[in-house]
């Protein structure tokens, strides 16, 4: 391993007189992999965004080759070769790849005027390293999940950095991405550069890593060789105690059907999909990429624009054009993309769950917001989730990613659906709160709530689901159930394998 290249000495965090940071000393290694690990809220992503520019430290000091180095932004940070991929997208919506890949690092003609050619030249190089066929001329309002990720991956790249900081990189990618995306790291390490890997997937750690630096509640408790540490290890070290199954059994659902799609079509998106949903069941959706899997909840929700088939809940038909009417029939959604879609960072916590339902809370004649009642049914789902938050008027751009998908679910369901719809529900989520987030699902299914789970998470899937819907190219290629649902199965179906064994 080579020598110390990034040095953080005792950095101290505070957010409004809040500790997050506590006396951090942490060595960074020239050609090494670093896993950090740690609970949502245990201070990971504020480390990085200290060492990226993005935040300053309350005190203490950083090191770049053994010197001091005040890192005042992003744009310094990139200079002392330091790179960071956001777990958030940072991307602008309506300009192409090429431009949001050199964004604030234009490349320039000899004449002062920007060179196109030379970017989307550069940005195809950098898409096929990823071994990815995305066009560089392509706008990011386009993409899906996936692809705005590896579209951040080459925006850190493509300023030769030295030390690239990936912040739960792997989070939309399907099992084929990652293994292209860890072919990309372990090449980038023997060509000398070092990666911080900050992930909740234990076993990607272990994988990958060559070192685990464990955080919990702002301090490191952890530094050593991944190599004979167990992902169970990993997993109590970060929360400090033993841990048992993170699913909690099944519930067996009721035969009534609540909800149903017959004969669904979006063009470009999918075509001809049709399932039904039993009273408390949780039905997952799973497939790879580009499925069509996130397409058919927006559809439901009236995201998308269907020109065939049909919704119906209780027997009844169903006229949704807009989310207010799928919200009006008892239908809710979680989004995948949580701060494009799924909250409001400048908004409080408690203004963030009740955006949907606010106007349950208003009283009958004036149309006044019942406050006290507001408060108390938030700090409910505070309690419930354990969100970490000093007040309910705690912005939530303060607030860690794990804690900010906790308030996302307490938005879905404030409403009081019938139908639920989690699309990556436990995304840049650690592992504990991923246990609490599935036992609440679990438990609103034995509450009658019938549950749509979709994930690429194919654990979670077999974990959780009643019965599984695979997609593959926008149509249904499956149902499994039971005892049948398995990973060998799900990606029988999901990569098209049963097309070739029933030709």
């Known amino acids: 391993m080579g020598d110390v290249i990034l040095r953080a000495e005792r950095i101290n965090k505070d957010f409004g007189g809040v500790p997050v940071l506590k006396d951090v000393d942490l060595e960074v290694r020239r050609g090494e992999i670093l896993g950090i690990i740690g609970e949502n809220g245990a201070g990971k992503s504020t480390l990085m965004k200290i060492l990226s520019g993005i935040y300053q430290p309350s005190s203490g000091r950083v090191l770049v080759n053994g010197e001091p180095a005040r890192i005042g932004s992003p744009i310094e940070a990139r200079r002392l070769g330091l790179s960071l991929v956001p777990q958030e997208f940072n991307l602008i919506r309506d300009l ?20 196109k050619e ?43 950095a030295r030390v690239l900081i990936m912040d739960e990189p792997t989070t939309m990618l ?32 272990k994988a990958l890593c060559d070192r685990v630096v464990v955080l919990r509640d702002g301090e490191i408790v952890h530094d050593g060789p991944a ?84 919704f119906y809940k209780d027997g009844k038909l169903l006229r949704i054009e807009e989310p207010a009417d799928a919200v009006a029939a008892g239908i809710s ?18 203004q963030n769950v009740t955006l949907v339902s606010l106007g349950d809370y208003c009283r009958s004649a004036l149309r006044l917001i019942d406050r006290k009642r507001e408060r108390e049914r938030v700090q409910g789902y505070v309690d419930s989730f ?45 592992v504990s709160a991923k246990h609490e987030i599935y036992v609440f ?54 990569t098209g394998a049963h097309e070739e064994v029933a030709s």
């Open 96 to 115: 192409p790849v090429y431009d949001n890949v050199f964004l604030g690092a234009e490349l320039l003609t000899r004449a002062g005027l920007l060179d």
């Open 118 to 160: 030379a970017m989307k030249a550069r940005t195809r190089e950098l898409l096929a390293q990823l071994s990815v066929t995305i066009d560089p001329e392509a706008r990011i309002e386009a993409m899906s999940a996936a692809e705005k990720q590896m579209v951040e991956i080459c925006k850190a790249l493509a300023f030769s």
């Open 174 to 205: 399907t099992k084929v991405e990652i293994e292209v995306l860890f072919g990309l790291v372990r090449k980038l390490r023997a060509e000398g550069m070092t990666v911080i890997y900050i992930s909740h997937k234990l076993k990607e750690v």
């Open 227 to 310: 190599e004979g540490l167990s992902v169970l290890e990993m997993a109590q070290r970060m929360v400090g105690r033993e841990l048992g199954s993170i699913f909690p059994p099944k519930s067996e659902p009721g035969a009534e059907i609540v909800f149903e799609a017959r004969g669904v079509t979006v063009p470009g998106s999918f075509e001809d999909v049709s399932f039904e949903l039993r009273k408390g069941e949780i039905l997952g959706f799973a497939g790879l990429v580009g499925a069509g899997r996130t397409e058919v909840a927006e559809a439901v929700l009236g995201l998308r624009k269907r020109t065939a088939g049909e």
């Open 333 to 350: 959604y979680l989004s995948e993309d949580r701060q494009g879609s799924g909250i409001v960072t400048g908004f409080s916590v408690a």
């Open 386 to 430: 354990r969100i970490k938050t000093e007040s309910l008027s705690k912005r939530l751009e303060n607030l860690s990613g794990g804690n900010q998908q906790k308030v996302s679910l307490a938005k879905s369901i404030d409403t009081e659906p019938e139908v639920l719809i989690v699309d990556e529900p436990t995304r840049g989520v650690d």
């Open 441 to 494: 699902i679990g438990e609103l299914a034995r509450k009658g709530i019938s549950c749509v789970f979709i994930s690429s998470e194919l654990e979670e899937i077999i974990g959780m689901c009643n019965r599984v819907v695979v997609m593959r190219d926008g149509k249904v290629a499956g149902v499994l159930e039971g005892d049948g649902i398995d990973e060998e199965r799900i990606m029988f179906y999901a």
